[in-house]
């Protein structure tokens, strides 16, 4: 038994250390600004973590293939000196990792948003995303409770007729949005808590309802992507998304202009 | 009818069956009670895992039987999104409730916290017998809600409002089946709360005469400082269940925000409440049950490796204050739940900052843990394996959980299987394989007979290659964002990890039969296993001390003398005068002094 | 044998007034120790319930903290005057708990029994004057959901009178025997357990009364 557990777990080690080293199932390809820091993070926790995961796996094994056979085991009640000086190499360790995502994080969280970023509202119920534009005079027009109704597609409760301000948002069922240029989205929830995830973006942020959480990212790379539920938000949770189009500049233009006229 | 002079009195016979078996005060009996029911919420659970699992990976599948159980969450066997989210729900509260919680810490605790220190009843018997029957209740309530109009709740085992707090009106299930599962909680946490009460006074005042807190055996320790952390977030996730509770059924405006529109219609009454309250208060009690989970089972591996390596532990006292150190740091880190909850994001920085520190007595522990078994020589038995077993699955687990301490990595991981795969591991198998080892360890002093220890090893072998076959995969998915809590993965990103989805299900249904030939071997051995001796494992703590010894135990030595040069045989009961008089008085001076 | 001597000294210094039977019933003659006089089980239980009980609490008012500083909904509500004199009641009531418990030492065992029947007495007065405070913000029409503060008066109050319910019904059960406790025959530790906790629910009833001037 000794030999087919010790075995059993180096096999299982390697096959780990492969199948990471082989990025066989690995991260969608990153699409923005701060993805890289995210990324690196991730890189040097995974070699960190990795070069222990063997270690501790290697000796448990060694201690179970090589155990003593006759006589006595050591009488060793311990070494202070020794798990001391572990005990403060780990804390070094870990700690070094906490503060190494510190820019990635406020870059992120701490900074606000650019004075040139596309600021756009997103709207989640359940299950569905809904996305505004403030148009040409760069306000959103206000948001009346009353007039939210689905069935008419006024989703975020606008009144054009008395609020000049709404009449030239534009609302739409996908975000779109231009390339290499700071983004920033107002989240909000009608119902229950939701969350905004692009596994490229590397963003994820709960929606919840009562708070207008900002966030912000630039997106490097055009093409279609999907946002995703990552909150328990109910029965649809499994089939509450949104299709992310990021564009060039004029193409991004185009769209926008298309769905202004649709409205 | 008080007696003054108490030692005059013999333990009261049981009067007749009820009394003895079902509403016993007797901590062993409780103690075996506690060790059912989470055996059958167990077994309710995996069978829950199975349908998921197979749901996940055949969507079209009709499921035989299914469809009788209930003919509205899955028609003709065809489970609906709603009625997995039920599955979910039930899976995830019967599993860290009534299997981790009360398996490691209520059921073995009772059988052995009172043996270990040399008591022979718990301080407050007839309390203990009430949590028992508080736990059984909540179990009652919390299954019964499969049976409630809308079937059981579908918010998670977090239940986080608006979702929990807003009635049926937010998706079936959302209406009994929740207010279900708030009742069952509550139950839950009030029996949790006298069966802590118990623990700690029991740890505090009954010890024997010489048990001083440095001799006590790990695993009491653990039992010890687990149940301090019952007693201080259970009283937390209860006030949390009153206010959720109250927002359900009076209108009251804690966790529900003002102006909400669920299905186009318009939340009357509310104002100004914010669930994200709940989720401070909900994590403040979650993160220490994660540890009042893995706590026990921590203990029992330090005491398993040093009995089967023989070997004295590695780091005795540093293991005490590694576990009082998760204890109290526990209680710091709930935030780390909450990295992208829109919480204060300086705030999210320096939990993750203790998040980290956290993991420092966990590495001390695996540290001991190797250093225990260097040197050693092994007696590979099944509580043995699974005791290693356990050191490995630990690391596997544990070290995820640097990635997502770290919040802009959490950020691309949270809500990901990775998560799943994490707290599966470190928690769920991890804690499982503490049950499994205290299960073949102690069943020779709970039921007299030993365990079959061939079926036991097939067992072990299976589950080990068999969890790490399920939930290892689980990290690729998560990292290739594969969202939890998904009913079925309709993505296009999402159809490419299929097969590893597969992968998972096939081993998961592996892993689930295996556990049969667990079941198998507890009842077969139960009545016809080989009669067990007083001390088969050669131990040294007092639960192996033989029935002939008499009630008046002294303690004289700590709880790990294996292998001590100069004695004759290779362990030293704690129990063993000391040929020299002045170690013993000694030891019985510092019992009192306690 | 130099041990055994040992043992009796340090048990003659751990002695006690020799009960145990009904609070501490798991002790059961413990290495032949006196299990109430040595090791009163229940005392050392109701200080870890108080820690649980305090825990709760202290979810209770943090969340009340929180959420008064969420939003412009909280709007303060004029608390009863007749909580004033409730708290001068429960005041009270620890007093002459107190002062039977010295009479008992004193051997006084008539005033003994009439300051604990007035503990009692006050006990239920407190409750009821707390009820009165109830009636008073529902005649204003001040209900459980009106606005947050009022749910938290109702939480507040509704919790303690349940924790302080259950401190009536130990003191009940003194009540009950307070003669074969005068004797000195039973309820050492159940009368020690019951001051301390009725003590608690005093000092907890003041907290929370501040808690509630301060932000309801």
Redesign the interface.
């Known amino acids: 038994?000794?030999r087919?557990?010790s075995f059993?777990?180096v096999l299982?080690t390697a096959v780990?250390v492969i199948?990471f080293w082989r990025r066989?199932?690995?991260?969608?390809p990153n699409i923005s600004t701060?993805g890289a820091?995210?990324d690196r993070?991730?890189g040097l926790?995974?070699l960190?973590?990795g070069i222990?995961?063997v270690a501790?796996?290697l000796?448990?094994a060694y201690?179970?293939g090589r155990?003593?056979?006759?006589?006595?085991?050591?009488?060793?009640?311990?070494?202070?000196r020794m798990?001391v000086a572990?005990?403060v190499l780990?804390?070094a360790t870990?700690?070094g990792?906490?503060?190494s995502?510190?820019r990635?994080?406020a870059r992120?969280?701490?900074i606000g948003a650019p004075r040139n970023a596309l600021r756009i509202q997103v709207e989640a119920?359940?299950f569905a995303y809904w996305f505004r534009y403030p148009g040409p005079d760069g306000v959103f027009g206000p948001m009346h409770?009353?007039l939210?109704?689905?069935?008419t597609g006024n989703y975020f409760g606008l009144d054009p007729t008395r609020d000049p301000a709404s009449r030239d948002d534009i609302v739409t069922a996908t975000l779109g949005i231009p390339e290499n240029r700071p983004i920033e989205l107002l989240l909000m929830s009608?119902?229950?808590?939701h969350?905004f995830?692009v596994?490229q973006l590397?963003?994820?942020?709960?929606i919840?309802?009562?708070?207008v959480?900002p966030i912000h990212f630039t997106a490097t790379r055009t093409g279609d992507y999907?946002i995703?539920?990552?909150?328990?938000?109910?029965?649809?949770?499994?089939?509450m998304?949104a299709p992310l189009k990021v564009m060039k500049e004029p193409n991004f233009k185009k769209w926008l202009a298309k769905q202004a006229a649709e409205q | 009818m008080t007696p003054t002079h108490s030692q005059a009195i013999p333990r009261k016979a049981a009067r007749g069956f009820l009394r003895k078996y079902v509403f016993s005060t007797d901590h062993q009996i409780i103690g075996k009670q506690y060790y059912f029911l989470a055996l059958f919420s167990a077994l309710v659970a995996m069978l829950l895992s199975w349908l998921m699992r197979v749901h996940l990976a055949w969507p079209r599948l009709a499921i035989p039987g299914l469809g009788e159980l209930s003919a509205a969450g899955a028609p003709n066997g065809m489970m609906?999104?709603?009625y997995y989210?039920s599955l979910l729900t039930m899976h995830g509260t019967l599993m860290i409730f009534f299997v981790l919680t009360t398996a490691p810490q209520s059921g073995f605790g009772n059988c052995f916290l009172p043996a270990q220190i040399g008591a022979d009843e718990m301080a407050f018997p007839r309390l203990n017998m009430l949590s028992f029957w508080l736990t059984f209740t909540s179990l009652g309530a919390l299954l019964s809600s499969f049976w409630a109009r809308g079937g059981p709740a579908?918010?998670?085992w977090?239940a986080?409002?608006?979702?929990s707090g807003l009635g049926s009106i937010?998706?079936?299930g959302e209406g009994w089946g929740q207010s279900l599962w708030i009742i069952s909680i509550a139950l839950f946490c009030v029996g949790s709360l006298l069966g802590a009460l118990n623990f700690i006074t029991t740890t505090l005042d009954l010890r024997a005469r010489g048990m001083t807190l440095m001799r006590m055996p790990l695993t009491a320790w653990a039992w010890f400082v687990t149940a301090i952390l019952m007693l201080l977030s259970f009283a937390v996730l209860l006030a949390a269940c009153v206010l959720l509770m109250l927002d359900r059924a009076a209108g009251t405006s804690f966790f529900i925000?003002?102006?909400?529109?669920?299905?186009?219609q318009?939340i009357q009454g509310h104002q100004?409440?914010?669930?994200?309250l709940w989720e401070h208060l909900f994590w403040f009690f979650g993160h220490p049950e994660v540890y009042i989970a893995i706590l026990p089972a921590m203990g029992l591996t330090s005491h398993l490796l040093s009995c089967f390596?023989?070997?004295?532990?590695?780091?005795?006292?540093?293991m005490v204050w590694a576990t009082i150190a998760i204890g109290f740091l526990g209680f710091l880190v709930w935030g780390h739940h909450m990295f992208?909850?829109?919480m204060n994001?300086?705030s999210?920085?320096a939990f993750?900052?203790l998040?980290?520190?956290i993991?420092?007595p966990s590495?001390?522990k695996?540290?001991?843990w190797?250093?225990t078994?260097?040197?050693?020589?092994?007696r590979?038995t099944t509580a043995m394996?699974f005791a290693?077993g356990f050191?490995?699955i630990f690391?596997?687990g544990g070290?995820?959980g640097?990635?997502l301490?770290?919040?802009?990595?959490d950020?691309?991981l949270?809500?990901?299987y990775f998560v799943v795969a994490h707290f599966h591991l470190v928690m769920g198998m991890a804690a499982m394989f503490g049950i499994f080892s205290g299960t073949y360890f102690w069943f020779p002093k709970m039921f007299g007979r030993m365990m079959n220890e061939t079926l036991g090893?097939i067992h072990f072998?299976l589950t080990?290659?068999g969890a790490?076959c399920v939930f290892?995969p689980m990290y690729?998915?998560g990292?290739?964002?594969n969202?939890?809590?998904?009913?079925?993965?309709?993505?296009?990103?999402l159809q490419p990890?299929m097969p590893?989805h597969r992968f998972i299900t096939v081993a998961a249904l592996g892993l689930g039969a295996a556990q049969m030939i667990f079941v198998f071997n507890l009842f077969g051995s139960l009545f016809g296993g080989e009669k067990a001796g007083e001390n088969p494992w050669e131990a040294t703590t007092l639960e192996w001390v033989a029935a002939s010894a008499g009630k008046d135990l002294v303690v004289y030595r700590g709880a790990?003398e294996?292998?001590?040069?100069g004695k004759e045989k290779?362990y030293v009961m704690q129990n063993a005068p000391d040929a020299s008089g002045s170690r013993a008085e000694k030891g019985a001076r510092d019992g009192n002094a306690n | 044998m130099a041990t055994q001597t040992k043992l009796s000294v340090l048990e003659e210094t751990r002695g006690g007034d020799g009960d145990g039977g009904n609070w501490g019933e798991g002790s059961r003659g413990r290495f032949g120790w006196d299990p109430g006089a040595a090791l009163p089980v229940g005392l050392t239980g109701i200080w870890i319930a108080m820690a649980s009980i305090t825990m709760f609490f202290a979810a209770f008012t943090s969340a009340m903290v929180v959420r008064a500083g969420l939003g412009a909904d909280w709007t303060r509500v004029a608390l009863p005057h007749i909580l004033y004199l409730n708290t001068a009641i429960l005041l009270a009531s620890s007093l002459t708990l107190e002062l039977s418990k010295h009479c008992l030492k004193a051997g006084r065992a008539g005033q003994f029994s009439g300051w604990l029947f007035a503990t009692a007495g006050l006990g239920i007065a407190f409750l009821a004057g707390q009820l009165d405070a109830w009636r008073e913000l529902a005649a204003r029409g001040v209900y459980l959901a009106r606005n947050p503060a009022c749910s938290f008066f109702y939480l507040l109050t509704a919790a303690h009178g349940i924790h302080l319910a259950g401190g009536l019904l130990a003191l009940f059960y003194l009540v009950a025997r307070h003669r074969r406790i005068a004797e000195g025959a039973i309820g050492g530790t159940a009368l020690k357990v019951t001051t301390l906790y009725w003590h608690f629910m005093d000092i907890l009833w003041l907290y929370l009364f501040l808690m509630l001037i301060l932000w309801v």
């Open positions: 038994m000794a087919v557990l059993t777990i299982g780990t199948l066989v199932w690995w991260f969608p701060q820091g995210v993070e991730f926790t995974l960190v973590t222990l995961f501790a796996q000796i448990l201690c179970i155990g003593r056979k006759s006589g006595r085991a050591a009488y060793n009640t311990g070494n202070l798990e572990r005990a780990a804390a870990f700690i990792l906490a503060l995502s510190y990635t994080w992120m969280y701490f119920e359940q409770l009353r939210v109704n689905d069935a009608r119902d229950v808590i969350s995830y596994p590397r963003i994820q942020q709960d919840v309802p009562g708070m959480i999907e995703v539920c990552t909150q328990l938000c109910g029965l649809g949770h499994y089939a998304r | 609906t999104p709603e989210l579908t918010s998670g977090t986080y409002p608006p979702l937010t998706g079936p925000p003002a102006g909400l529109i669920v299905s186009g318009m100004g409440g914010s669930p994200l390596a023989r070997k004295p532990v590695f780091g005795y006292r540093a992208v909850s829109g994001p300086y999210a920085f993750s900052v998040t980290v520190v993991a420092v590495a001390v695996t540290f001991n190797l250093g078994l260097w040197g050693g020589r092994l590979l394996l290693l050191v490995s690391v596997s070290l995820s640097i990635f301490a770290e919040p802009p990595v950020v691309q949270h809500a990901t090893k072998i080990f290659i790490y290892m690729f998915l990292m290739a964002g969202v939890r809590r998904y009913a079925q993965f309709v993505d296009p990103y990890l590893l790990y294996y292998a001590v040069p290779d």
